[in-house]
């Protein structure tokens, strides 16, 4: 395994942003990872495991310290038990997993970045979240310097968090096993996908239509991270006390709210950005948010972390004096 000093990362991110790493490494098997892990550990230096590299913002200045980029390969199906490499692209392993006609991961269909990064902040779309289709997630605790299979109520899942996510720095997550439904049922209850099937005028949808469905409306909502500079939402949907939300309901009728446990429900932070602070599209520089989805930012062409951060701290602001919701940024800053 090779160690190289100064690496650009700003091409290995999709917001095309960011300084360079102190040192670099790239990730092809477990022993590679435990051989990284080791050489920060002799050079007192931090880590960070880098993926599709499509939920972070690294700084202008870089990370000081060894970034290990995920590059293990392979899915292994035995029945609808699939076990797959953190480095596998997430959509093209979805993609693999729909055509073998297994349930699960349709709706997730899309969703730009690795399949070890999936766990970390248990992505989700369409009314799934990673988490209902985890088995168990293999990582090496850097700590204890052993691998471990962390099964799903070890991982500690919640709404885009998770064990690894909380405890970052200290875990490299090194394959993930799902299990999938031979026979599964389709979820077609969010409203965009329901919505689509109506227009379409289809009424039992297959697993393939499902997936189709999702990509169509990702493609339509979402910028394409080939094209634009963008992490996807910036912000987590806030999770509120039934009480301040009813009372922003009040002020706000249309605002959309959806349930989450028995204390908090969830309200949409984009329909905020959109119909409360009058975001949707704005822009800064080179700086803005996406044109049609107000809790994407987007990086316009020449964009620096700090022009991101800024434009993000305005809209936290912006929504704090407006409805007094504290919001909490959705992606991971990375450096100094
Ligand atoms: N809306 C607006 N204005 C906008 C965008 C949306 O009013 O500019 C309204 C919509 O009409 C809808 C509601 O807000 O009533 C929710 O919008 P949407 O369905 O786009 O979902 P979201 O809550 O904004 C979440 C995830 C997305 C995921 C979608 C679809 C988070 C932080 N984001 O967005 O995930 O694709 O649901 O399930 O939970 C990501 O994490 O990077 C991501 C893109």
Same mark, same amino acid.
């Given at each position: 395994?090779?160690?190289?000093?100064?690496?650009?990362?700003?091409?290995?991110?999709?917001?095309?942003?960011?300084?360079?790493?102190?040192?670099?490494?790239?990730?092809?098997?477990?022993?590679?990872?435990?051989?990284?892990?080791?050489?920060?550990? #002799? !050079?007192?230096?931090?880590?960070?495991?880098?993926?599709?590299?499509?939920?972070?913002?690294?700084?202008?200045?870089?990370?000081?310290?060894?970034?290990?980029?995920?590059?293990?390969?392979?899915?292994?199906?035995?029945?609808?038990?699939?076990?797959?490499?953190?480095?596998?692209?997430?959509?093209?392993?979805?993609?693999?997993?729909?055509?073998?006609?297994?349930?699960?991961?349709?709706?997730?269909?899309?969703?730009?970045?690795?399949?070890?990064?999936?766990?970390?902040?248990?992505?989700?779309?369409?009314?799934? #979240?990673?988490?209902?289709?985890?088995?168990?997630?293999?990582?090496?605790?850097?700590?204890?310097?052993?691998?471990?299979?962390?099964?799903?109520?070890?991982?500690?899942?919640?709404?885009?968090?998770?064990?690894?996510? @909380? #405890?970052?720095?200290?875990?490299? =997550?090194?394959?993930?096993?799902?299990?999938?439904?031979?026979?599964?049922?389709?979820?077609?209850?969010?409203?965009?996908?329901?919505?689509?099937?109506?227009?379409?005028?289809?009424? @039992?949808?297959?697993?393939?239509?499902?997936?189709?469905?999702?990509?169509?409306?990702?493609?339509?909502?979402?910028?394409?991270?080939?094209?634009?500079?963008?992490?996807?939402?910036?912000?987590?949907?806030?999770?509120?006390?039934?009480?301040?939300?009813?009372?922003?309901?009040? @002020?706000?009728?249309?605002?959309?709210?959806?349930?989450?446990?028995? #204390?908090?429900?969830?309200?949409?932070?984009?329909?905020?950005?959109?119909?409360?602070?009058?975001?949707?599209?704005?822009?800064?520089?080179?700086?803005?948010?996406?044109?049609?989805?107000?809790?994407?930012?987007?990086? !316009?062409?020449?964009?620096?972390? !700090?022009? =991101?951060?800024?434009?993000?701290?305005?809209?936290?602001?912006?929504?704090?004096?407006?409805?007094?919701?504290?919001?909490?940024?959705?992606?991971?800053?990375?450096?100094?």
């Amino acid at each position: 395994m090779k160690i190289e000093k100064d690496k650009s990362l700003k091409e290995m991110t999709t917001f095309k942003i960011g300084g360079n790493a102190q040192f670099f490494c790239i990730i092809e098997k477990e022993e590679d990872i435990v051989e990284a892990v080791k050489f920060a550990k #002799e !050079n007192n230096l931090r880590f960070f495991v880098l993926g599709g590299g499509s939920n972070i913002l690294v700084s202008d200045k870089g990370f000081g310290g060894l970034v290990m980029k995920m590059e293990m390969k392979g899915i292994d199906f035995n029945g609808g038990v699939v076990s797959v490499k953190a480095g596998e692209d997430w959509d093209n392993f979805v993609g693999e997993t729909v055509s073998r006609d297994l349930y699960g991961l349709e709706n997730l269909s899309l969703i730009p970045g690795t399949c070890g990064a999936a766990p970390v902040q248990n992505i989700g779309a369409y009314g799934s #979240e990673v988490k209902d289709t985890i088995v168990s997630v293999r990582a090496l605790d850097s700590k204890k310097m052993e691998f471990r299979d962390f099964s799903n109520p070890d991982c500690e899942f919640e709404y885009r968090n998770s064990l690894f996510k @909380r #405890e970052a720095g200290r875990y490299v =997550i090194s394959s993930v096993i799902f299990n999938l439904k031979k026979n599964g049922e389709v979820n077609t209850d969010y409203k965009d996908i329901a919505e689509y099937f109506l227009l379409k005028g289809i009424m @039992r949808p297959s697993l393939k239509d499902v997936r189709e469905a999702v990509v169509h409306i990702r493609t339509n909502k979402l910028p394409d991270v080939k094209v634009l500079g963008t992490a996807g939402s910036f912000f987590k949907n806030p999770i509120l006390a039934h009480g301040q939300a009813n009372e922003l309901k009040k @002020r706000f009728p249309e605002l959309p709210v959806y349930p989450f446990s028995d #204390e908090n429900v969830k309200v949409s932070l984009a329909w905020i950005l959109d119909h409360v602070c009058g975001f949707k599209g704005a822009t800064k520089g080179n700086v803005g948010t996406y044109k049609n989805q107000a809790l994407v930012l987007v990086n !316009n062409g020449g964009a620096t972390a !700090n022009e =991101i951060k800024s434009f993000a701290h305005e809209l936290a602001r912006a929504v704090q004096e407006k409805t007094g919701i504290e919001v909490e940024a959705e992606i991971q800053y990375v450096g100094e």
